[in-house]
Structures are given as structure tokens and as C-alpha cells.
């Protein structure tokens, strides 16, 4: 392949447009978005759907013991590998995962349709359960890297109660699938993502194109305040050991805390829950969800330190107790430069205005740093929101990302 017939090569836009508002239609909610969670029937259902895509398109179609859902082209030495995933949070969007995924599609049925020659393997990649409705984030990428605990398959509840198991007794995979799906990756090349940026940067400094060389690290905790419930009427402001105020008061100097320690940094209270969640009561027990990231190490492990510490302290001050156990856990990357140079050349000569730029959201890409040089593409979401029914693009922002990731996927195939 030459350079200057790759540069002549774009992506079918109408088609790919076609694809992402069909694959929108299911899951569709009565609430206007889209609620598609691994292995749900409209999980199942979709997954059928893009089959049918992979295969139309002359790709070689594969499925993993994960359910993780690739297609290939075939080539010589390591695997270039974009994609992202499917499934969505409950009431989400059309955009969050699906462009990742049906981008990828559209770049390789593009090289195929074309003939154009790729010395390197190329696929794309659909995995599975990316947003955490199952048993933590990230099932499918972390079970393409071998790093899921069966433990945590045979015992864990989903969010909504139900034993995973049980989930995976409606669906063609098991908990042994699972834990063996990584012996069938190919070894990797790169791995790209194309993702919304689920942010209001882009937006603000007019750029189409954001080339992310920072990925946040999380950790999310389940959390517990313990006191004593009491009459709301009869029992005295001094002598209660009022668990939501505990969690009132730590939310607010947590918040501080990283504000001003580790500015840029992340945390959030996400999910409440009151015991006995009644009127006239006292709050004897408060649990709730505690999110907190970072793009810095140092931060994070700071954050780790002192966050159960504050909790202590203010638990002895109210007469409560304090526990909490960690859920998720990812650490901060740095995206080779490698990567990020070689999309900047790319949107100078595709004329596209871009800046680098950290996520603070977790991805695939994040996970697949550990086997190979792994980056992603930003595009624009309208205000910054996601995971809504109101999420939305500028679809010139998309085509313009994924004739990017075409120009990308074909260069780091013929390195």
C-alpha cells in the first residue's frame, strides 16, 4: 500500500450512521435512553445483530469464552486491535461504547471493501460488560488479559441483586469460559479506541478531535456509617450517634481534601442508603458508595491513606463506626508517546483542529495498556453529557474521528 492511496481511503459515513442508529434501537427505554446491560435479552439480541454485521462485512467472526466479540483480518505478526463495548448503563445513551465498536467495524470493512493491503492482523473488538452491571467493570477486557478471580465469578451479585451465576445460566457462557478466555487473544500490536469524551473540554475550546495521553486510575468502595437509631422527636441532638450526619460531614471534608490537596483529582458520593430509611428515625446505619480517581499515582495512594483515616476520626468524634470494602480498582497510564504522536501527525494532515488531553473516565483501553501500546481518540459530546438519554454528537465530529481512526489503524498496520 502506498501512502498516497491511504490518504484517499474514508470511511462509508451513511453506513456507519445506519449502524449506530440501529444498534441504538436496542434496549430502547420508555424513559428515552437506552438500557442494554451484558447479557440482559437486549444484550443478547444486539450481539446477534453485530454478528451479522461482522460476517456481512467479510470479516472473519470470533467469539470468546467471555463473550468478548471480535473480527479479523487476517495478516502477519501482531494483532492491530480497535474497539470498545456494546452494553450500556441502565437509562444510557447512543454513543458511549457503540461508535468505539461500530467505528472499528467500519474501518476494517473500508480496508476489505478496498483491498488495501495490511502487512499486520487487523480487528475489531466488542467486549463485554465495560460498564460494571455484572460483577465489577470491565469483565470482558479483564478477562482478555486473564485477570478475573472465580471466587468473585461464583459469589458475586450483580447491582441488582442477582447472583452472576445465575445470570450466566440464561446465556451460552460459564464461569470456566470466562477464565480461559484470554488463552485465545492474539498477541497485540496496538489497540486504539474511539470513544466520547463524556466531558465538556472539546467543546468549549472548539477542538474535533482530543488525543487522550493520560488515563485516570479509580477506586471504588462500598462504605458504612454505624451509630444508633432513635426517636426523631425525643432524642437529643447530643446524644445521638446519627450515621448520616457522619456521612454528611466526611462527604464534605473529603471533598475539601482533594480539592485543594490534589486538585484535578476526583471524589464522589454516588449512592446513598439510610437504615431505617423512615421519618420520624434517627439513622442508625448509613451505607453508600464512594468513588475517587486520579491521573497521578502519588494521588491516589495519598488518597487511599487519608480518606479511612478522616472517616475514622470523624466516627470517633460521633460516636459511629466505620468500615468499608473496596469493589474496583484501576491504576493511572500514560498513553505511549508512540501513539499519541503518531494521531497528532495525523490530524495536522487531515486538517483537524485536536489537543491532548487526560480521561478521568476509565476505558478498554485502559485495561489493554498492560499488553501492548494502547490509545484513544476523543470527540466532541454535546455539553458534556453521557450516560443519559440526552447524550449526543455532532455527527461531522464523528466522521472526522473515524476517518482518523482509519488513517491510524492502517499506518500501525504497515509499520
Given at each position: ?147 478475573l ?58 477542538r ?27 432524642t437529643?441532638?447530643?446524644l ?28 464522589t ?10 421519618f ?53 497510564v ?6 499519541t ?33 494502547a ?41
Amino acid at each position: 500500500m502506498k501512502k498516497e492511496e491511504a490518504m484517499g481511503l474514508t470511511v462509508n459515513f451513511d453506513r456507519l450512521k445506519k449502524d449506530i442508529l440501529e444498534l441504538a434501537c436496542f434496549g430502547s427505554d420508555p424513559q428515552g435512553g437506552i438500557s442494554r446491560p451484558s447479557f440482559s435479552p437486549a444484550d443478547l439480541e444486539a450481539r446477534a445483530w453485530l454478528k451479522c454485521r461482522i460476517e456481512d462485512a467479510g470479516l472473519a467472526y470470533r467469539c470468546d469464552g467471555a463473550g468478548n466479540i471480535f473480527g479479523r483480518l487476517d495478516g502477519e505478526g501482531k494483532t492491530v486491535m480497535s474497539g470498545s463495548h456494546i452494553d450500556t448503563v441502565i437509562n444510557g445513551g447512543r454513543f458511549d461504547g457503540s461508535i468505539g465498536v461500530l467505528t472499528a467495524l467500519e474501518c476494517c470493512r473500508r480496508i476489505k471493501e478496498e483491498g488495501f493491503a495490511h502487512r499486520r492482523p487487523l480487528e475489531m473488538a466488542s467486549f463485554t460488560d465495560e460498564e460494571g452491571n455484572l460483577v465489577g467493570d470491565f469483565l470482558g477486557s479483564r478477562a482478555f488479559l486473564g485477570h478475573l478471580d472465580r471466587k468473585l465469578l461464583e459469589e458475586g451479585k450483580t447491582p441488582f441483586g442477582l447472583f452472576f451465576r445465575d445470570v450466566l445460566a440464561e446465556t451460552e457462557f460459564t464461569i470456566d469460559g470466562i477464565l480461559e478466555a484470554h488463552l485465545s487473544r492474539p498477541e497485540l500490536e496496538a489497540f486504539l479506541e474511539i470513544h466520547i469524551e463524556q466531558g465538556s473540554v472539546l467543546e468549549t475550546d472548539d477542538r474535533t478531535i482530543g488525543i487522550v495521553d493520560r488515563i485516570a486510575g479509580k477506586n471504588y468502595w462500598l462504605c458504612r456509617f454505624s451509630g444508633r437509631a432513635g426517636h426523631a422527636g425525643t432524642t437529643p441532638f447530643e446524644l445521638r450517634q446519627d450515621a448520616f450526619l457522619g456521612l454528611a460531614d466526611f462527604a464534605l471534608k473529603s471533598t475539601h481534601y482533594v480539592a485543594t490537596e490534589h486538585y484535578g483529582s476526583m471524589l464522589t458520593v454516588g449512592r446513598v442508603f439510610t437504615h431505617p430509611g423512615v421519618f420520624s428515625i434517627v439513622p442508625g446505619r448509613t451505607d453508600f458508595t464512594l468513588d475517587f480517581r486520579s491521573t497521578s499515582v502519588e494521588a491516589l495512594r495519598d488518597m487511599e491513606k487519608q480518606l479511612p483515616r478522616m472517616a475514622e476520626d470523624i466516627a470517633v468524634t460521633r460516636g459511629l463506626r466505620f468500615t468499608m470494602s473496596p469493589v474496583d480498582r484501576t491504576e493511572p497510564v500514560v498513553i505511549p508517546s508512540r501513539i499519541t504522536d503518531l494521531l497528532e501527525e495525523e490530524c495536522g494532515a487531515l486538517g483537524y483542529a485536536c489537543m491532548r488531553m487526560p480521561s478521568g473516565a476509565g476505558h478498554d483501553a485502559q485495561l489493554l495498556t498492560e499488553l501492548t501500546d494502547a490509545g484513544m481518540i476523543f470527540i466532541p459530546c454535546e455539553d458534556g453529557i453521557s450516560h443519559s438519554p440526552e447524550e449526543n454528537i455532532d455527527w461531522d465530529d464523528l466522521e472526522k474521528g473515524a476517518n482518523l481512526l482509519l488513517r491510524a489503524m492502517l499506518r500501525l498496520a504497515n509499520e
